[in-house]
C-alpha cells in the first residue's frame, strides 16, 4: 500500500465522526459520553503519528452554530480524544473545527479548504500533493481531491457519489495497509 511514498515528510488529515469515533446518524457527539471510539482507533492514530509528520483532525461541527453544543464543549472532546491517543503514545498535532452552519460562504466546512489552509499556515511543510485525506463522506474526499491529496474512504453506509483513492473498512486497515 505504501507505494504513494508516505514518510515523515506527509500529513495526514482525518475527519472524526465516522473514522474516529461513532458518528451519529442525524445527530451530533455533543458530551464525552457520547464520544465513542471506532475499535483500535487511538492505537492506530499513535502508530499513524509515527509514520506521518503532522496528523490533523478536520471536522465539520454545525451542532454549534445549531445551539445544541458550545465551543468548549467540542474543546472537552478533543481533549479527550487527545489525551487518549497520547496515552496510546501518539499525537494530533491540531484539531481543526468548522463550527458555522452549512453555507455556500463558509469557507471553513469541508468540501471548502479552509481548515486545511489554516494548518498549512500555522505547520511548515504541510504539502498538500504529499497529503491523505481519510474520511466517510463525499465532503471529506472532495475536500481531499479539491487540495490534491491522496484520498481514503472509511466505509459508511452513506451512498457515494465519488470515488476515493482507496477504500477501507477502518482506520485500523489503512494503518495495517500502510504499516506492515
Known amino acids: 500500500m505504501n507505494k504513494w511514498g508516505i514518510d515523515s515528510t506527509w ?3 482525518l475527519d472524526r465522526d465516522g473514522v474516529i469515533n461513532d458518528r451519529i446518524m442525524s445527530g451530533y457527539v455533543t458530551t464525552i459520553e457520547e464520544f465513542i471510539f471506532l475499535p483500535d482507533v487511538p492505537q492506530s492514530i499513535a502508530k499513524l503519528s509515527q509514520l506521518f509528520g503532522n496528523v490533523f483532525v478536520v471536522t465539520n461541527q454545525q451542532g454549534i452554530a445549531k ?3 458550545t465551543e468548549s ?6 481533549s479527550y480524544m487527545q489525551q487518549s491517543v497520547e496515552k496510546e503514545g501518539g499525537k ?6 468548522a463550527p458555522g452552519a452549512s453555507s455556500p460562504k463558509n469557507e471553513l466546512r469541508k468540501p471548502k479548504p479552509g481548515m486545511a489552509l489554516l494548518a ?3 505547520f511548515e511543510g504541510v504539502d498538500f500533493n504529499k497529503s491523505v485525506m481519510v474520511g466517510d463522506t463525499d465532503s471529506d474526499i472532495l475536500f481531499g481531491q479539491n487540495l490534491g491529496m491522496k484520498t481514503v474512504r472509511v466505509q459508511t453506509v452513506e451512498p457515494i457519489k465519488i470515488q476515493a483513492d482507496i477504500t477501507v473498512s477502518s482506520l485500523k486497515e489503512f494503518t495495517k495497509l500502510l504499516i506492515k
Open 120 to 122: 498549512q499556515r500555522q
Open 67 to 69: 445551539g445544541l453544543m
Open 11 to 13: 500529513t495526514l488529515f
Open 92 to 97: 494530533i498535532t491540531k484539531s481543526y473545527y
Open 73 to 78: 464543549n467540542l474543546l472537552e472532546l478533543h
